[in-house]
């Protein structure tokens, strides 16, 4: 393979310098963006297989009467007996993975991405004007779960809930408001929530209320399947979850569902949303499953959380206000204008591009309060990235430091990059997987 990195460069070098550029910033920066993973060789060898090449539309087998029928080819295209193959063995590991009880549920693993999963969802049970509940944009919901500029909030009636005021998931509001607006779908999961979910109480909700419980989560998936965080089966009745973030697969979406939800799914999915399956990234995703199935990924999950509490501790003792108070999972949630001790940023978009300068490279969030979503108050961090790479407890307090130096001197550029000149040394020891490096 190093071989065939070779070849590209000589092939179209202005590519090759781009790939391998990228892949150096990745090696030598601190990638807290907590939606992004390092993958693995094995995965990035599956992304350059010959599925690329394949059109696969439809799935490998056919429904009849509600019930799957695996022996019936039920591709439009001919040539599919290594895809049909590969699409089976990607369904097992992911029924496998999620679920002690595969018999009862199914899996599709063709979302090109998590937002299409979403719709996929959303188109599969609801019509044009119908109700669904999902957590508003601004309190660390998904666009796709309802908000204004997305298709979900445009084509939907979504009712938006909001966390109270300790940022945590009011579930007394959010069954008022399913007993009121009758929903038939309940979204829950976040990308920028630090606390527990309890699936068990939404579970109870959606039973109440009549309500489909979806759980997006794209997020912490790899918390669930682990035994870091509550799984969201047998309460939810339908999981969607992208397959880049923590679980640290391929750009990809997958949905699990209980068995009776599953034909409808498949057909929004395709032809309702979607053409042709990316091949290559089910079979980077079969890759990724399996990995998620193995200890190491099992001790990585742990080490994932106990990063990011550690993380957390070290800034909040030096002034950084952390929404929540804490964080339970991968990801903190910073207020950088409300933070004290010499902390306080203009807002969180500025701070964010500084400390790039530094080679810390994360996003800005927006947090409850704010009008202006280009310049929020908020940062967002996580440890999935550098915990993939080896980091440790420890290495937070270096970690926790130049954050904090980052900060007090984000006006001094010289400061600014003796940090980076000194996180780009420090990256060195850490096994970053490329073969562009
Ligand atoms: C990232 C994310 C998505 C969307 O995934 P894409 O792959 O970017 O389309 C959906 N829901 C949640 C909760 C996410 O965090």
Redesign the pocket.
């Known amino acids: 393979m190093e071989n065939a990195v070779r070849y590209l460069t000589q092939y179209d070098p202005e590519v090759g310098a781009l790939a391998s550029a990228e892949a150096k910033r990745q090696q030598r920066t601190l990638s807290l963006i907590p ?1 992004e993973n390092y993958t693995s060789k094995a995965v990035q060898l599956a992304l350059a297989t010959a599925y690329a090449n394949k059109y696969a539309e439809g799935y490998p087998y056919v429904w009849s009467d509600g019930s799957r029928e695996d022996r019936r080819n039920g591709r439009y295209y001919r040539g599919q007996e290594y895809t049909n193959e590969l699409e089976r063995l990607a369904i097992r590991r992911a029924l496998q993975l999620f679920t002690p009880d595969p018999g009862e549920y199914h899996a599709n693993v063709q979302p090109l ?6 719709l996929a969802v959303l188109s599969a049970f609801l019509k044009p004007g119908d109700t669904f509940l999902g957590l508003a944009l601004d309190y660390g ?2 666009l ?2 309802g908000h204004g500029v997305n298709i979900t909030g445009q084509y939907y009636n979504a009712v938006q809930y909001r966390l109270n005021d300790s940022y945590e998931l009011d579930y007394d509001e959010i069954r008022r408001l399913a007993k009121q607006h009758a929903p038939k779908i309940i979204f829950c ?3 920028a929530y630090p606390l527990r979910i309890s699936f068990r109480q939404l579970g109870a909700i959606a039973r109440e209320t009549g309500a489909l419980l979806v759980a ?1 989560i ?2 912490i998936c790899g918390l669930c399947v682990t035994g870091c965080h509550e799984h969201p089966f047998p309460h939810a009745d339908i999981v ?1 979850t ?1 397959t ?2 923590l679980l640290r697969g391929p ?1 990809a ?1 997958l949905i699990v569902c209980k068995k009776p939800y599953g034909a409808a799914i498949d057909r929004a999915l395709f032809p309702g949303l979607q053409g042709g399956p990316h091949m290559n990234a089910v079979a980077a995703m079969a890759v990724a499953l399996k990995e998620a199935m193995s200890p190491d990924y099992q001790r990585y999950a742990g080490q994932v959380v106990r990063n990011a509490k550690r993380l957390s501790k070290l800034l909040q003792e030096e002034g950084f206000k952390l929404m929540g108070g804490r964080t339970d999972n991968h990801l903190l949630l910073l207020d950088v204008v409300g933070s004290a001790g010499g902390l306080g940023a203009k807002d969180g978009s500025w701070l964010a591009k500084q400390w790039e300068t530094a080679g810390i490279v994360a996003n800005k969030n927006t947090i409850p309060g704010d009008t202006r979503p280009w310049y929020p108050s908020g940062v967002r961090l996580g440890t999935p990235a550098i915990t993939t790479i080896g980091m440790i407890d420890q290495d937070m307090v270096h970690v926790a430091e130049w954050i904090i130096r980052a900060t007090r001197h984000a006006e001094n550029e010289t400061e600014l990059r003796r940090i980076r000149d000194e996180i780009g040394q420090f990256m060195e020891q850490f096994a970053f997987e490329s073969f562009y490096v």
């Open positions: 939606s991405s998590g937002a299409p999963a979403n919901g998904h796709t779960h999961g976040a990308t997006d794209a997020h969607t992208t880049h973030k750009r979406g």
